[in-house]
């Protein structure tokens, strides 16, 4: 490390941070280039940090700053990932203040990873945690702040520079490890590629015609197939929560989702019809590079994911999270788009005692009142018209396998009763996904694998269209 060029650079930065404050044009915005001047001398060479000054909607405010890293330097066409955000105040600003505001809790939803400055005092925050706080220029609180000699010593260069080194490289250490980080920077980053694609689609930028052109036949098409008119914004979070949970689902099956942007090979084949709605909906040779760069940042966040610590927390088998993590990524989401929307879809879940209950309820009628073998019977058809994420035809499934009472299921009994009597409807794509995971996880959990001809009778639709499938 040549410390020369590092004390060269705080000593510039000092020097014009104080010309400015003497000369009481010192403030948030002018100092700003002296402060991206001095990030530049320090930052790694693959690290981009880009001044910012348009409002994104999903924002209250906009980070003054965006950093990106070059996902492969030696490729020119290699996308950028995203670091965090760096944020200025005032010269001399109560940052403790500033750290409880909506603003930087707005900004931690969507990248984890910020450094909120007044220019003076730095504090990196990861996942609302304080993970260094460093002062560059020792003050008092009188009014005259830069008036004292400074000197730059080393100690201060080697400590700066571990902090912003902290900031730039070692994000990707910082594993996700709750269940409530998960969901939080999940539902965010989702939230954030839904408001990203709507931009672009409501921009009518020619340079983007062929994505927009895709994007809005599916809409138009997804419409018409489950007989709901849903608008533009509804459609872009449909969009973007399946995207985001294909994703995690893609992930936790073992999938090295980094390896190709391509989405819809990413996917197990399980869901081939969400792996078309992506493809027809966001051809992976037309995305936006506002989109792409969102996909690939939650990519990257999905690896941070510390599966085994969660998996602890939830008390559940690794691959049960994608199901048990949704109703909770779907509130956070809701949430962040400050609407109603859960309500006026009738998204409610039944607590699992109740599902429990009812379930076993209509079975006692079954036995008692018409004389049959309970959910097993051959003349015994279940529908679920709102099925969900499956709660309910899971525990039918239980109770036939209980019934059963054998340690693996015969092919044909599940191609007749599992895979012919039992259907449900959805009108959501995320739900549909985790009720197909439930339910074939149930069945492999029992010795049967779904074959590639196999198919559960869960539909995406709102329509009772029982005469149709039954």
């Given at each position: 490390?040549?410390?020369?060029?590092?004390?060269?650079?705080?000593?510039?930065?000092?020097?014009?941070?104080?010309?400015?404050?003497?000369?009481?044009?010192?403030?948030?915005?002018?100092?700003?280039?002296?402060?991206?001047?001095?990030?530049?001398?320090?930052?790694?060479?693959?690290?981009?940090?880009?001044?910012?000054?348009?409002?994104?909607?999903?924002?209250?405010?906009?980070?003054?700053?965006?950093?990106?890293?070059?996902?492969?330097?030696?490729?020119?066409?290699?996308?950028?990932?995203?670091?965090?955000?760096?944020?200025?105040?005032?010269?001399?600003?109560?940052?403790?203040?500033?750290?409880?505001?909506?603003?930087?809790?707005?900004?931690?939803?969507?990248?984890?990873?910020?450094?909120?400055?007044?220019?003076?005092?730095?504090?990196?925050?990861?996942?609302?945690?304080?993970?260094?706080?460093?002062?560059?220029?020792?003050?008092?609180?009188?009014?005259?702040?830069?008036?004292?000699?400074?000197?730059?010593?080393?100690?201060?260069?080697?400590?700066?520079?571990?902090?912003?080194?902290?900031?730039?490289?070692?994000?990707?250490?910082?594993?996700?490890?709750?269940?409530?980080?998960?969901?939080?920077?999940?539902?965010?980053?989702?939230?954030?590629?839904?408001?990203?694609?709507?931009?672009?689609?409501?921009?009518?930028?020619?340079?983007?015609?062929?994505?927009?052109?895709?994007?809005?036949?599916?809409?138009?098409?997804?419409?018409?197939?489950?007989?709901?008119?849903?608008?533009?914004?509804?459609?872009?979070?449909?969009?973007?929560?399946?995207?985001?949970?294909?994703?995690?689902?893609?992930?936790?099956?073992?999938?090295?989702?980094?390896?190709?942007?391509?989405?819809?090979?990413?996917?197990?084949?399980?869901?081939?019809?969400?792996?078309?709605?992506?493809?027809?909906?966001?051809?992976?040779?037309?995305?936006?590079?506002?989109?792409?760069?969102?996909?690939?940042?939650?990519?990257?966040?999905?690896?941070?994911?510390?599966?085994?610590?969660?998996?602890?927390?939830?008390?559940?088998?690794?691959?049960?999270?994608?199901?048990?993590?949704?109703?909770?990524?779907?509130?956070?989401?809701?949430?962040?788009?400050?609407?109603?929307?859960?309500?006026?879809?009738?998204?409610?879940?039944?607590?699992?005692?109740?599902?429990?209950?009812?379930?076993?309820?209509?079975?006692?009628?079954?036995?008692?009142?018409?004389?049959?073998?309970?959910?097993?019977?051959?003349?015994v058809k279940v529908l679920d018209p709102a099925t969900g994420t499956g709660s309910f035809l899971a525990e039918v499934f239980n109770s036939i396998i209980e019934d059963v009472n054998s340690p693996v299921l015969?092919?044909?009994?599940?191609?007749?009763?599992?895979?012919?009597?039992?259907?449900?409807?959805?009108?959501?794509?995320?739900?549909?996904?985790?009720?197909?995971?439930?339910?074939?996880?149930i069945l492999k959990n029992k010795g049967y694998s779904l074959k590639d001809e196999d198919r559960l009778q869960v539909y995406l639709t709102t329509h009772w269209i029982c005469r149709e499938i039954v």
């Amino acid at each position: 490390m040549n410390i020369e060029i590092y004390i060269n650079a705080l000593e510039d930065y000092y020097k014009n941070i104080k010309e400015k404050y003497e000369s009481a044009i010192a403030n948030e915005h002018t100092l700003r280039t002296d402060l991206e001047n001095l990030l530049n001398v320090f930052k790694p060479g693959d690290v981009k940090i880009l001044q910012e000054t348009k409002k994104e909607e999903y924002e209250i405010g906009s980070p003054d700053f965006r950093v990106f890293r070059k996902i492969d330097p030696k490729d020119s066409l290699s996308y950028n990932l995203l670091i965090g955000y760096i944020e200025t105040k005032k010269f001399g600003e109560n940052l403790n203040r500033i750290l409880k505001t909506e603003q930087i809790k707005k900004y931690l939803e969507v990248s984890p990873n910020i450094i909120l400055t007044d220019y003076n005092r730095f504090i990196h925050l990861s996942y609302d945690k304080i993970v260094k706080d460093l002062t560059l220029f020792e003050y008092g609180i009188e009014d005259n702040l830069l008036n004292r000699d400074f000197r730059i010593d080393e100690n201060k260069v080697i400590n700066f520079k571990a902090f912003l080194d902290n900031f730039f490289l070692n994000y990707e250490k910082r594993k996700i490890k709750t269940k409530k980080e998960l969901v939080k920077v999940l539902s965010s980053q989702s939230f954030y590629l839904s408001v990203k694609t709507r931009e672009v689609i409501e921009s009518n930028n020619m340079e983007y015609y062929k994505f927009i052109r895709f994007f809005n036949k599916t809409y138009e098409s997804f419409k018409n197939a489950v007989k709901y008119d849903f608008d533009i914004k509804e459609f872009c979070d449909i969009f973007a929560q399946s995207v985001s949970y294909g994703l995690f689902v893609a992930h936790i099956e073992g999938i090295n989702i980094e390896e190709d942007l391509d989405l819809p090979r990413l996917l197990p084949k399980e869901f081939s019809i969400l792996a078309e709605f992506l493809y027809f909906s966001a051809p992976s040779f037309n995305l936006p590079k506002e989109i792409e760069y969102t996909i690939a940042n939650i990519k990257k966040t999905l690896t941070l994911i510390d599966t085994d610590k969660i998996s602890k927390e939830l008390k559940t088998h690794i691959n049960s999270l994608t199901i048990y993590l949704y109703e909770d990524f779907l509130k956070s989401f809701d949430n962040l788009r400050g609407t109603e929307r859960r309500k006026e879809s009738g998204v409610y879940y039944t607590p699992n005692e109740a599902v429990r209950f009812i379930v076993k309820s209509i079975k006692s009628i079954l036995k008692e009142k018409f004389e049959m073998n309970g959910y097993k019977d051959e003349n015994v058809k279940v529908l679920d018209p709102a099925t969900g994420t499956g709660s309910f035809l899971a525990e039918v499934f239980n109770s036939i396998i209980e019934d059963v009472n054998s340690p693996v299921l015969q092919e044909n009994f599940v191609k007749e009763k599992f895979l012919k009597d039992i259907y449900g409807f959805e009108l959501m794509f995320v739900p549909y996904i985790v009720a197909h995971l439930k339910l074939s996880n149930i069945l492999k959990n029992k010795g049967y694998s779904l074959k590639d001809e196999d198919r559960l009778q869960v539909y995406l639709t709102t329509h009772w269209i029982c005469r149709e499938i039954v």
